[in-house]
């Protein structure tokens, strides 16, 4: 009895006290973290599902589905398409986009209006999706937040309806996909600065390659500028970064568990080995279930992935007649200058071409996308394109059409046409060397081509696009062309170093800033040819026709221009040292005053009755007044 008394006194109930609160204390703080940990993943899930509605945007399984794969997005604010800039970026500013605009623009309001600009299937829209949520979701929010598209016709009802607008954020998708803009993009974005002029943010995406030119396309600019009555706005730029290796890794391991799904997982990364071009877009990583079905299969172009996503898709839906029906949507939206469809079009359209479809086997597809308003588009443009590419790869007509287009608004046209075209074009050249004759190339999109040590006989290439085509390379002989047709060629910075070309047409042909150099042209017409700032040093040009040519800034340093037919050409700025002009005709022709003095002696040996020669405007120089001697 002592002993236990002895015991009870000894013992430290301080202590004991301490951890029994303290466990207590721990229990509550851990059921308080349980707690408020259920009651946000409730209100998540409510959220989620008030967000969807607010959206007014459809959301399918897919777009669900790239949320939980969601890999955060990246701006730079250099354009990653720039092969330099990718190789080195080291000067390139890039950051997590999402958590810039909710910390730094929609609370301090640096700046109004934001366009993101990327290339195709680089998840602008995916995005602009995250955007919305990630604002949303916040329990405290000082502003309205809205989800336009831009692809709809009623873009600016839509704005309108908005009534709380100096306190909202608006997010517009898709300056491409928009028929007005598609047109003139300047004149539409002036139209949507008008209408948004009292939003307090405004962030716009669109596709890089939608500016028509690069004076146009803001590459080296770091803000846009947009008249709107007496004032101007800016629009601050960023460039989608394409994922890196480590975000392409986050995204596979977040779609292909690597334990339980290893074996996806390690043909996924080996297919991405070999396609490390095509990988960094979010899109075509999103697809990489349809990519792994056939073991077999490897992918060396962008339109093979492409092709093989569609005839999966098509595939799985089991019905006859589809990929024509699609086919002639896309050409549908091309002609009318649209991007979407509505139900009574499709209707229409499927009876005009008679492809029996049930109207749920035509609008319940995956390729196609429907708005609460009822109007249908492709799952992606780039889609669309795709089906325009092999429409143009397969009919001459439609292929002319939109070349002379100049694919406008649809780069990925040209995009998909050139490795198509290439494709073919290297399997016909696969020998070492080849005589090819009586071959059909027109209107072929086949820049950055290398092709050397061939002869072509008699072949057609009428509008194609050779632009950068390397026709000779290191100790290799130069291609031949005889008796061909290159009528509107382009073949802008092509190197065509040691060119023999023989009885050739190339009237109205785009040779700027070509490399002609000790080139050999018989018998070959460049009439209305554009040469500026060629390369003709020691070219022999001896009997071509060269009227109507523009040679202005063109090397002829040492060429031979014996009886060429120069009439009406510019030979402003053009080089004539060492040039041989004998019984060259020049009727016509227009000169600085500066250049005629420095070839003098030389145009004594020309034909003409006059020139013309441009100081402060046009002036008629006959040749009795350069060469009095004659008279």
């Known amino acids: 009895m002592y002993i236990l008394a002895d015991i009870f006194i000894k013992t430290n109930w301080d202590k004991i006290i301490d951890i029994i609160v ?4 721990v229990a509550i703080l851990t059921g308080i973290k349980v707690i408020k940990f259920l009651i946000t993943w409730i209100m998540k899930r409510k959220l989620k599902k008030n967000w969807y509605k607010e959206l007014e945007f459809p959301i399918n399984k897919k777009t669900k589905k790239s949320f939980k794969c969601y890999i955060s997005t990246r701006g730079q604010d250099m354009d990653p398409c720039n092969s330099e800039e990718m190789i080195d970026n080291r000067h390139c500013f890039s950051q997590e986009l999402i958590p810039f605009f909710m910390q730094n623009n929609f609370e301090k309001n640096k700046n109004r209006y934001y366009i993101v600009l990327a290339d195709s299937g680089m998840g602008k829209t995916t995005f602009l999706f995250n955007l919305f949520f990630s604002y949303y979701k916040k329990l405290i929010r000082k502003h309205e937040i809205k989800f336009i598209p831009l692809f709809i016709d009623s873009v600016f009802e839509e704005i309108e309806k908005i009534e709380n607008k100096q306190n909202t954020i608006l997010l517009l998708d898709g300056l491409d996909e928009n028929r007005e803009a598609m047109n003139d993009h300047k004149k539409y974005m002036e139209k949507i600065v008008n209408k948004t002029i009292k939003f307090h943010t405004i962030i716009m995406t669109c596709r890089t390659q939608f500016f028509p030119d690069s004076d146009s396309e803001p590459k080296d600019i770091d803000k846009i500028k947009f008249g709107v009555g007496k004032k101007s706005v800016e629009f601050e730029k960023y460039y989608i970064s394409p994922f890196n290796e480590k975000e392409i890794n986050m995204y596979l391991k977040k779609r292909y568990n690597p334990i339980i799904k290893r074996s996806k997982y390690k043909r996924s990364k080996k297919l991405i080995a070999n396609c490390p071009k095509l990988m960094p877009r979010p899109m075509l990583l999103s697809f990489m279930g349809d990519l792994l079905a056939d073991k077999t299969k490897k992918y060396d172009y962008g339109y093979e992935i492409y092709q093989e996503l569609i005839s999966k898709w098509i595939e799985r839906e089991s019905v006859n007649n589809l990929y024509e029906f699609f086919e002639k949507v896309a ?28 109207e749920d086997e035509v609008l319940t597809r995956s390729l196609f996308n429907r708005n609460v308003n009822g109007i249908y588009k492709f799952a992606h ?44 074009f290297n399997k016909l050249f696969s020998q070492k060397y080849s005589k090819v004759s009586f071959q059909f190339f ?16 008699n072949s057609n290439f009428v509008g194609c696009n050779l632009c950068n085509a390397i026709l000779k390379d290191i100790n290799v002989n130069m291609s031949k062309f005889i008796m061909s047709d290159l009528s509107k060629v382009n073949f802008c910075s092509a190197q065509l170093i040691g060119a023999e070309l023989e009885d050739v047409n190339l009237t109205s042909a785009n040779l700027q800033f070509a490399d002609l150099y000790n080139a050999t042209f018989s018998f070959v017409n460049l009439s209305q040819a554009d ?15 060269l009227s109507q040519a523009i040679l202005e800034f063109a090397d002829l340093t040492g060429a031979t221009l014996n009886r060429v037919d120069l009439t009406n050409a510019n030979l402003m700025e053009a080089i004539l040292t060492e040039t041989v002009l004998i019984e060259t005709n020049l009727e016509a022709s227009r000169w600085y005053k500066d250049n005629v003095l420095k070839v003098l002696p030389q145009l004594k040996y020309a034909k003409f009755t006059y020139i013309i020669i441009e100081d402060q405007e046009p002036k008629k120089v006959y040749r009795s007044e350069l060469f009095p ?3």
């Open 531 to 545: 040469l500026t700032d060629a390369n003709l040093v020691g070219a022999n040009l001896i009997d071509t026709n």
């Open 22 to 25: 303290g466990v207590i204390i």
């Open 442 to 457: 027109k209107y072929l999109q086949l820049y950055d081509l290398h092709l050397s040590d061939h002869e072509i006989l």
């Open 381 to 424: 443009k780039s889609i669309l394109e795709l089906f325009l590419a092999n429409k143009a790869y397969h009919e001459i007509e439609f292929r002319k059409n939109i070349t002379l287009d100049n694919f406008n608004g649809y780069d990925m046209v040209k995009s998909f046409l050139n490795e198509m075209d290439v494709c073919d």
């Open 331 to 358: 050409e549908f939206m091309y002609l009318n200058k649209t991007l979407y469809i509505t139900e009574f079009q499709i209707k229409d359209l499927c009876k005009e071409c008679n492809i029996q479809l049930k």
């Open 629 to 631: 001697d004659e008279r």
